[in-house]
């Protein structure tokens, strides 16, 4: 998916910035798109509450209501999330879905290293 939308993207002589104007207004309008089917506020949180341009341009495309919680919360769940997906790995079970990153497969992706134990 990636590879056709990037090949799309290129075809057209525009700036970097004009082409990542593209990309964040696409987000902002497929995300926009399914909200309005289902409910009437959303929660952004994660690396994506920190980027203001995008909350906006999501802002401009959806009636529903855009809900930001504060920092504590935010991090809080980006660091449950990593812990989630370390459990996963350590447990051999996939953390990478097809579903989300477009790859053919499900995988385990990261590396567990272990220490060695403080002699006395």
């Known amino acids: 998916m990636e590879e056709k ?21 696409h987000i902002a309008f497929q995300i926009s798109k ?7 506020k959303m929660m ?10 995008l909350t906006e341009r999501i802002k401009a495309y959806t009636s529903a209501e855009i809900i930001i919680p504060d ?12 812990a989630f997906l370390g459990l996963l790995r350590f ?16 995988s385990i992706g990261g590396a567990i290293y272990l220490g060695e134990r403080a002699t006395q």
């Open 71 to 82: 920092k504590q919360i935010i991090e809080y769940k980006e660091a449950l999330i990593f």
């Open 91 to 106: 447990e051999q079970k996939n953390n990478t879905l097809a579903s989300v990153t477009g790859a053919k497969t499900d």
């Open 5 to 25: 939308f990037l090949c799309e993207l290129n075809k057209f002589s525009i700036s970097v910035p004009d082409k990542l104007n593209t990309v964040c207004e």
């Open 44 to 53: 952004i949180t994660g690396g994506g509450a920190y980027n203001t341009y």
């Open 34 to 40: 399914q909200t309005e089917k289902k409910k009437n």
